[in-house]
């Protein structure tokens, strides 16, 4: 019995375990020191999705609305190389206004603080269209003198090398703003016509209406020079033609040679004045009606004026 347990004794001395004087390795465990490393930077950029860009495309101005997920206060856009900055207006929405861009197809992404940026997707930039806004005065005679025909196109977007259409054809017109352009009304029939503004870009206004006002107005009545057994009186105004008549207390002057015992007489000068040859039965003062009458039976309103 002693001899098994010295032969017990032998045989665990000399196991490798004790005969190192060690224990068996155990797992390592983890250093709670050590910190997980940061999700990599493709991974942070996943999450800044685009859903949908409305709208697609647009003119400079024009603001653009994008949901998606992952945006921040400091989130750009970029419309190619510009950097543009964003509004924030709800939880998955954010709005950017289109800069002045030249129209073209650009690459549209959005950028966070840290650098990470969204998936890539075209976006139209549109031309620059002019707005035609206004004319002054929207109403001009059709046949007048002196600068009265000149009008001024008020808007916004109109480019150096902008046109003037007037009834769809181009015209002489000045360039005065990117706010103004100016014309002079050319000989047209009477009506309304259609002024528009055209870009060099191609991109046309929409049109407004001009007035040509072809009815007769009488603004003065003069006495001009004094004969022996007539006078004149000077009639001023606008739109008076050639054949027009003189309408005086019902009594119709023309131009042309005066019926038999009737001896006054209507000289057209130009179509802002014409001249009133009268031959006075008595040469007192008394009140006229006057009015002209065109070819086209347009009249102008009654004027009253005391004369012999």
Do not use: W
């Not at 006495?223 to 033609?241: A, K, M, P």
């Amino acid at each position: 019995m002693k001899s098994l347990l010295t032969l017990l004794f032998i045989l665990i001395l000399s196991s490798p375990a004790m005969a190192a004087g060690t224990s068996s390795p155990l797992p390592p465990k983890g250093d709670p020191r050590q910190k997980s490393r940061p999700a990599p930077a493709q991974e942070r950029a996943d999450r800044i999705t685009i859903l949908s860009i409305i709208p697609a495309q647009g003119e400079p101005g024009v603001t653009v609305t994008l949901s998606g997920a992952g945006f921040t206060e400091g989130t750009t856009v970029f419309l190619g190389s510009t950097e543009i900055p964003t509004r924030i207006i709800g939880p998955k929405q954010l709005s950017f206004d289109i800069p002045r861009l030249a129209a073209g197809l650009y690459a549209l992404f959005l950028k966070t603080e840290d650098g990470s940026t969204s998936k890539t997707y075209s976006f139209s930039v549109q031309p620059l269209k002019p707005v035609a806004t206004s004319l002054s005065p929207d109403s001009i005679p059709s046949c007048t003198m002196g600068g009265s025909r000149d009008v001024t196109i008020n808007g916004r977007n109109f480019q150096e090398g902008a046109l003037v259409l007037f009834d769809g054809g181009a015209i002489r017109s000045r360039f005065l703003s990117a706010e103004g352009m100016a014309f002079s009304v050319p000989a047209v029939k009477g009506g309304i016509h259609q002024i528009q503004v055209k870009n060099p870009e191609e991109t046309v206004s929409t049109p407004l209406a001009l007035m040509v006002d072809t009815r007769p107005e009488i603004t003065s009545i003069s006495t001009g020079e004094d004969h022996v057994n007539y006078y004149e009186l000077i009639i001023e105004g606008r739109n008076f033609l050639q054949g027009s008549v003189l309408v005086v207390d019902g009594m119709r002057i023309s131009g042309s040679n005066p019926a038999p015992g009737d001896r006054d007489r209507l000289i057209y000068m130009d179509c802002t004045r014409l001249i009133y040859q009268r031959y006075p039965a008595d040469p007192s003062a008394k009140a006229l009606r006057v009015q002209v009458v065109n070819p086209g039976n347009e009249d102008s309103p009654v004027i009253t004026v005391s004369t012999p």
